[in-house]
């Protein structure tokens, strides 16, 4: 730990001495909360402009599912952003649910069939994701590039049909 009070002591450009931040620990909750409050607003902005940029068209799920992925491709902070509030603090951020009640009731407006249309989005969400969170090595296997166009034209190809099928499948339900 000496080695950061050295480090904290040095005096930058300005010459000013920010002195030892061993003793800023009283503030940390503060901190802590400010990095907390930048996430959720990082997060609200990220999907608000996912949800406008793509947004879900019941009519062609496949095809959204397809333009979710460029969405992704293009914007990968998104995904990263989403993912790591999964993974790690899952209550933090905007209430999300009235949106995604608004996605399900497009899609199953009858109560009844709501939990078949929870199921269903989440499959397309997951796949639309899916390949940006896929190891390397898994896209890798077939000795192509798998950031190259010519891969991802090929697995967007794949994607919306097998969304085609998944969403036919779920008429049949």
Known sequence: MHIFRGVARTEPAGGKDFGDPFELRGRQPQLGSSKENLFAVTLDRELTAMAQAVPVDV??????????????????????????????????????????????????????QRATAIDLLVLLYGMAQSWFFTPMGL???????????????????????VASALVDKHRDL
């Open 59 to 112: 009519d062609d799920l496949a095809g959204w599912v397809g333009r979710l992925f460029d969405y992704h491709r293009e914007h990968p902070s998104g995904v990263r952003i989403s993912l790591w509030r999964e993974l790690e603090r899952p209550d933090l951020g905007p209430d999300d649910a009235r949106v995604y009640a608004e996605k399900v009731h497009a899609i199953a407006p009858s109560t009844d």
């Open 139 to 161: 896209r890798r296997v077939d000795g192509c590039d798998p950031l190259s166009d010519d891969r991802i034209r090929l697995h967007r190809s794949v994607l919306i049909a």
